[in-house]
């Protein structure tokens, strides 16, 4: 712990497990006060323990928040501001995944992925970014996928949804790093998580799973992302496993 953050407020959507949970402890433990924001009540109740129990003087805010809902977005930034009075680093970390080939999707599948992955990144960067920009300070993190960055076999509705984020990024940068605000993308690759598993991408029985990331590996990347020097932005880190091949199928035998 560096405190490195000390005295900055961070946001974090879909906190309440895997990566962004991970990072909210990782941010609150370099001294960040903490805005936390899923559905489940329960788990950003038990969070908001964890960051109290850190005792490196965090606090935490947690306000339950269907991110795909413009009013939900708009009680959430008003809860977060009223609290903290601002936020100087967004990471949109929200996300669902379902596997699947365009004969077996739906357009329910389709809906509910490119809402949650992308219309929420949109609500909470437009919520957020504005006043980071009038400061001319702040950070607005990405939790992408390698799903973002190349086609995958059984992930098109995924894909898709990763890529329109991935632009939405490159996109924000342009208009982001002219206020000195920083963007940054965290692409990883295989995560131990329950996201695979809900996704239907993977079995909990799979040995190989030892062997893939874990949440707080991606964590920690955040903080990397969230304390860059003053003259310098880091706007995208690849991540993968030591034994995930950057291709899909590629070494398989």
Known sequence: ??????????????????????????????????????????????????????????????????????????KLKAKALATFGQVDILVNNAGVGKAGTIATLTTEDYDWMMDTNMRSTWLCTKAFFPAMVERQDGAVIFIGSVAGLMGIPGEALYNASKFAQMG???????????????????????????????????????????EFLDSEDVADAVVFAATQPPKGRIFMIGMRPMREALTPGAGKK
Do not use: C
């Open 168 to 210: 939405f990024a490159q996109a924000l940068d342009y208009e982001a790093h002219q206020h000195n605000v920083r963007v940054s993308m965290i692409a990883p690759g295989g995560v131990h998580t329950h996201f695979g598993f809900e996704s239907g991408w993977r079995d909990p029985s799979d040995a190989k799973l030892k």
């Open 1 to 74: 712990m560096t405190g490195k953050l000390t005295g900055k407020v961070a946001l974090i959507t879909g906190a309440s497990r895997g990566i962004g949970r991970a990072a909210a402890l990782a941010l609150a433990k370099e001294g960040a006060q903490v805005v936390v924001t899923a559905r489940t009540k329960a788990d950003l109740d038990t969070l908001v323990k964890e960051v109290k129990a850190l005792k490196t003087g965090a606090k935490a805010l947690a306000v339950p928040a269907d991110l795909r809902k413009e009013k939900d977005v708009d």
